[in-house]
């Protein structure tokens, strides 16, 4: 039990060194990582309801190349931003983050998702428009129900430097949703 420890202690020292030295690269690896983890849990899900199909790397792959390219990147600039207009980890400073962030970025991101993702599995604008018009609103009713919470417990407490890994690991459960939603239909 103490070799665990303290493997995961030097995992977790190695991994924070990296995330100060190289903060995008970081963000994004964990972010690609962690897409690649959700899809694969949602699928596992799936195949033990449905013995016939077959886990799809190609789709594992997709969330894990849109979480490294887009999400990563998207969380760093974009908490850096609200950082800099409201730099207080107060709760009025963390009540507005996370109101602009739902306002904002969530529908924004959503659509990158659906987007992204369509762009990436080969589809046609009109199959991504389509996409889009049956389940943007739904995703991004369920991100309202979701976000503000855990955006408020990460503009409020984390510090900066780790809102994006904390935001990543509770993407864990949401990637899954996304995942399920873009494949779904």
């Not at 049956?134 to 984390?158: E, H, R």
Request: proline fraction near 3%; hydrophobic fraction near 40%; charge should be positive.
């Amino acid at each position: 039990m103490s070799r665990l420890l303290g493997g995961l202690k030097l995992a977790q020292s190695h991994y924070l060194s990296q995330l100060h030295k190289y903060p995008l690269a970081t963000k994004s690896v964990t972010s690609g990582f962690l897409y690649l983890i959700s899809d694969s849990l949602v699928q596992s899900i799936e195949l033990s309801r449905d013995k016939d199909k077959k886990y799809d790397y190609k789709r594992s792959m997709r969330m894990a190349v849109f979480g490294f390219c887009v999400t990563g990147p998207l969380f760093h600039y974009w908490f850096k931003l609200l950082d800099k207009w409201y730099p207080k980890k107060s709760i009025k400073h963390a009540v507005i983050k996370l109101t602009i962030d739902q306002v904002v970025c969530s529908p924004v991101f959503n659509f990158l998702f659906f987007s992204g993702m369509g762009v990436l599995e080969g589809k046609s604008k009109d199959e991504i428009v389509e996409k889009l018009k049956k389940d943007w609103l739904t995703t991004y009713i369920s991100d309202c129900m979701v976000w503000p919470i855990i955006n408020y417990v990460n503009f409020a407490y984390i510090s900066s430097i780790h809102r994006v890994t904390f935001m990543n690991v509770c993407n864990i459960g949401w990637g899954a949703f996304l995942a399920k939603m873009n494949s779904s239909h």
